[in-house]
């Protein structure tokens, strides 16, 4: 079976540009939760979407936002880069509730000169 | 109080030797405790978990031990191989947030010496 599967797997972008990273959950997963995860330290929470709806929000400015699909694939974007921006950004996916284990892809390797 | 606090940052053990990583919370609504290994260039992939009625959970060489009443749960990693060595998190969720958020420590990079 296939897991959580995201691309781009490694992005270059400059200050001030936009970006879009995808996540495909494991097939009847519904939930989708976004992290960053910067070098040496653990994940971070951005966001969770269920049934195309935002569940949960971390402490991230609004220069980000996600959305979930009707198939519950789900994009992260980020507008206005900044140089802190650079990290692995993360998706993984679940059923839904606290007690559910996450299962993660392998990132999307964000890097911002 | 949505922080996990994890020690030591760095283990270095000897193959067959017992690795043991701490993690700390204050929050009491945390209601599920995952430990995720990670290697370079991938992403978390779970271990094992527990939640707060279990004292004790073990699946092969990982067990985790849970103390309510310390807040505090850890991960014992029995007869420890080279192949062991990556980073190792652990992490909570909080039953009163919508969903599955989790809360993650800052990590242990965990060598086992052949």
């Known amino acids: 079976d296939a897991g959580v599967t995201q691309s781009p797997t490694h992005l270059i972008k400059t200050r001030g540009q936009h970006v879009t990273l995808r996540c495909s959950p494991i097939?009847?997963?519904?939930?989708v939760s976004w992290y960053q995860q910067v070098l040496g330290q653990g994940p971070q929470f951005i966001f969770q979407?269920?049934?195309?709806?935002?569940?949960g929000r971390g402490n991230f400015p609004d220069r980000f936002s996600a959305r979930q699909f009707p198939n519950y694939s789900s994009e992260l974007n980020v507008n206005a880069l900044l140089l802190g921006d650079s990290a692995l950004y993360l998706c993984?996916?679940?059923?839904?509730?606290?007690?559910?284990?996450?299962?993660f892809g392998d990132g999307t390797r964000l890097s911002i000169l | 109080q949505q922080q996990v606090k994890q020690s030591p940052q760095s283990l270095i053990v000897q193959k067959g030797g017992i690795s043991i990583i701490n993690c700390a919370y204050e929050?009491?609504?945390?209601?599920?405790f995952p430990w995720y290994q990670q290697f370079p260039g991938k992403g978390p992939a779970l271990l094992i978990a527990?939640?707060?009625?279990?004292s004790e959970k073990k699946e092969g060489r990982f067990t985790i031990s849970f103390n309510k009443s310390a807040k505090q749960f850890s991960l014992h990693i029995m007869d420890s191989q080279p192949g062991d060595s990556a980073t190792y998190f652990c992490?909570?969720?909080?039953?009163?947030?919508?969903?599955?958020?989790?809360?993650f420590g800052e990590g242990t990079q965990l060598t086992v010496n052949p």
């Open positions: 929050n009491t609504a945390f209601d599920y």
């Open positions: 992490a909570a969720s909080n039953r009163y947030t919508s969903g599955s958020r989790l809360t």
């Open positions: 979407y269920y049934e195309k709806e935002e569940r």
């Open positions: 527990i939640r707060p009625d279990v």
């Open positions: 993984a996916s679940s059923f839904p509730g606290s007690t559910q284990p996450q299962h």
């Open positions: 097939s009847g997963h519904k939930s």
